[in-house]
């Protein structure tokens, strides 16, 4: 079982950066491929973005290429989700999700999520 914990969410100026960490315990976290997923209110949950066990693989989704980067560190079980000029579009609950899946795009395959953390992005 894993568990996974989001944080560095909050308020930003269109823009601006933001650095979201998602720390993982309860699993062996070099096993899983890491997703990103968010969440606008009134709207679908939509795929950000995944970082492959070792750090390969990364596919983005269209909206946010150039602007969004994945990397994580086994090491400290962690994976972040670096957001550069951020827009108010970009205003969601972001959440991490972890996969035993090579490359998994679909929130199906992903069995552990997290509890998501608020990016707010001010015009």
């Known amino acids: 079982q894993v568990q996974l914990v989001e944080s560095g969410g909050g308020l930003v100026q269109a823009g601006g950066s933001l650095r979201l960490s998602c720390a993982a315990s309860?699993?062996?976290?070099?096993?899983?491929?890491m997703g990103w997923f968010r969440q606008a209110p009134g709207k679908e949950r939509e795929f950000v973005g995944r970082i492959g066990r070792s750090g390969g693989f990364q596919r983005y989704a269209d909206f946010v290429k150039g602007r969004f980067t994945i990397s994580r560190d086994n090491a400290k079980n962690t994976v972040y989700l670096q957001m550069n000029s951020l827009k108010p579009e970009d205003t969601a609950v972001y959440y991490c999700?972890?996969?035993?899946?090579?490359?998994?795009?679909?929130?199906?395959?992903?069995?552990?999520w997290g509890q998501g953390t608020q990016v707010t992005v001010s015009s």
């Open positions: 999700a972890a996969s035993l899946n090579l490359v998994p795009d679909s929130a199906r395959v992903y069995a552990y």
């Open positions: 309860g699993g062996t976290f070099s096993s899983y491929a």
